[in-house]
């Protein structure tokens, strides 16, 4: 009986926590600065998470907040949380997603080559079918079912893009947006897409520039 308290006890403690964590209201969020001493501040990269005409953008049960007591607020002294990552719900968006988030990364650049290696693997593989456009390269090698494009990034630094498709899902694992910040995105995919590297290539950049645009006034 008296463990069962304690746990009932401990829950409800750490109910508290995730309140105290993340406000129950809020228009923008702080993704935090490393002070010298290796400790999170605010004042970070701010993002909005509500849309230009007031209506709510996020998935709240997935935004991640930091236990920060100096927080921010905004003109109208609303809190401003410190996050590690936010999703957008895909819906808001308009763009046909079924996955936008940002998300707190050590180097968002490192992850972004990282992600980068294998398409550049398929490339080296002399049997890799090549399709080449203004703003991309395509790849698929003749025993995959993959396909995988490279895109000029949207975004300062030249950093490595690179996008995956199946018959069914296009993943964008890494956009590098600061040093420390990536965006991590997931569409439906179709099998005309994946069939033709180049309706994918332009199809995909198509897709990219849509979340830029959709996150460039939120930042």
């Keep these: 009986m008296r463990n069962f308290a304690a746990s009932i006890l401990l829950m409800l403690f750490a109910g508290v926590v995730n309140a105290q964590n993340c406000p129950d209201f809020f228009r923008f969020v702080d993704f935090g600065l490393e002070g010298h001493d290796g400790v999170i501040y605010r004042g970070g990269p701010i993002f909005r998470a509500e849309s230009l005409n007031g209506s709510p953008l996020l998935l709240r049960d997935r935004t991640k907040c930091r236990a920060i007591r100096d927080i921010a607020s905004d003109g ?35 992850s972004a080559e990282q992600n980068a290696l294998a398409h550049r693997a398929v490339l080296d593989r002399s049997e890799t079918e090549r399709v080449q456009g203004p703003n991309f390269i395509c790849a698929r090698h003749q025993k995959d079912d993959t396909i995988s494009c490279q895109l000029v990034s949207p975004y300062p630094g030249n950093i490595a893009l690179v996008i995956y498709c199946t018959a069914w899902v296009c993943e964008m694992p890494v956009l590098a947006v600061y040093e420390q910040i990536q965006i991590g995105a997931k569409w439906p995919s179709n099998i005309t897409l994946v069939n033709d590297l180049n309706t994918a290539g332009m199809a995909i950049s198509d897709k990219v520039q849509k979340i830029y645009t959709f996150l460039d006034p939120l930042s």
């Design 76 to 110: 109208h002294g609303n809190p401003i949380p410190v996050v590690t990552s936010i999703n957008y719900d895909p819906v808001k968006t308009g763009i046909d997603l079924s996955e936008l988030q940002l998300s707190l990364v050590e180097d968002a650049a490192g």
